[in-house]
């Protein structure tokens, strides 16, 4: 196998050396090859400085982020935790005043809904 | 793979900013060398290569240190490259090049034959930048980069045989559109 592209290089190399054309077509490709691997590609300086503060940013933006959710859910807590109390203790006072926890009785509007003139009255002016 | 890279790699996943530093140190002219082939010098040439390495510390913990980091962040930068070149296509704006694209379209071969070579550099350059991004890419990984034709098909995800062909066809496209510049070049 390598016997066989040894020979293969030389054959295509005799070929190479007897064509002019080919020649100068070889050194044309090199040359721009050469040309694109010669220019610079430096770095700036601070380069490394700049990418770890930008990573520090982002830690830090992710830090305020996590911290803000924490903070958002706390308050959500606390005002849950409250709201929750309130109702519980608004129910437990309605079923002991109003002796039901009928939906009117919340809004103490069921003596008004069960009063026949009321009633009427509203049917009339219907 | 070797096992400094792996150290400072796992020192990196751990937090340490020193570790960090020293993959980037390490990796930084590969990066740039990638992105400014792949981009041209611009503005934006800085800032993904930047973004790359803010990538790869984000993607950190995914890396399980099969491919080597320099193949790894390769990758990284060539996907960023290829986000730009769309965004740029997109904004139907394409960058520098567009003000000097009169420079490999003259056909004036006596001048070309008087170009010094930080020209024929600049010239040749922006032939680069004219190719499609998938000859771009081989072009740049081979010739700026120096991978060899195994490793480009590991970043690429392709066939060996697909990346000799890509080549083949990138030199014949720089070789057309240079062909004003031939003399000079000689």
Redesign the interface.
């Known amino acids: 196998m390598i016997n066989y592209q040894k020979k293969k290089q030389r054959r295509l190399n005799n070929y190479l050396s007897s064509l002019l054309e080919l020649q100068k077509e070889k050194r044309y490709l090199l040359k721009i090859r050469k040309l694109i691997i010669e220019k610079d590609y430096k770095p700036d300086n601070l380069f490394v400085k700049k990418v770890l503060s930008k990573i520090s940013a982002l830690e830090n933006e992710e830090i305020i982020t996590v911290s803000f959710n924490n903070l958002l859910y706390d308050l959500f807590k606390k005002v849950a935790i409250t709201g929750g109390a309130a109702i519980v203790l608004l129910m437990i006072i309605t079923c002991f005043s109003q002796g039901s926890l009928n939906p009117f009785s919340f809004l103490n509007t069921s003596g008004i809904f069960q009063e026949p003139d009321f009633l009427s009255c509203a049917l009339l002016n219907f | 793979m070797d096992t400094n890279e792996i150290e400072l790699v796992k020192l990196a996943k751990a937090g340490n900013?020193l570790a960090?530093?020293s993959l980037?140190?390490q990796h930084?002219?590969q990066?740039?060398?990638t992105i400014?082939?792949m981009l041209g010098k611009c503005p934006e040439a800085?800032d993904i290569?930047?973004?790359t390495?803010?990538r790869f510390?984000?993607s950190l913990d995914d890396f399980k240190c099969k491919s080597g980091v320099g193949t790894y962040i390769t990758r990284i930068a060539i996907n960023l490259s290829l986000n730009e070149i769309k965004k740029r296509k997109r904004n139907d704006k394409f960058f520098s090049i567009n003000s000097d694209n009169n420079i490999l379209q003259i056909p004036d071969t006596n001048l070309s034959q008087h170009l010094e070579?930080d020209n024929?550099?600049e010239i040749?350059?922006k032939a680069?930048q004219f190719l499609e991004p998938k000859y771009r890419i081989v072009?740049v990984l081979k010739?700026?980069d120096g991978y060899s034709t195994k490793e480009i098909s590991e970043i690429l995800n392709i066939r060996k045989s697909s990346v000799l062909t890509r080549l083949s066809r990138a030199?014949e496209k720089?070789?057309n559109r240079?062909k004003f510049y031939?003399e000079g070049?000689?």
């Open positions: 900013k960090l530093a980037i140190l930084e002219e990066v740039v060398k400014t082939g800085d290569s930047q973004e390495f803010v510390y984000q070579n024929l550099k040749v350059n680069v072009i010739l700026i030199q720089l070789r240079l031939k070049l000689l």
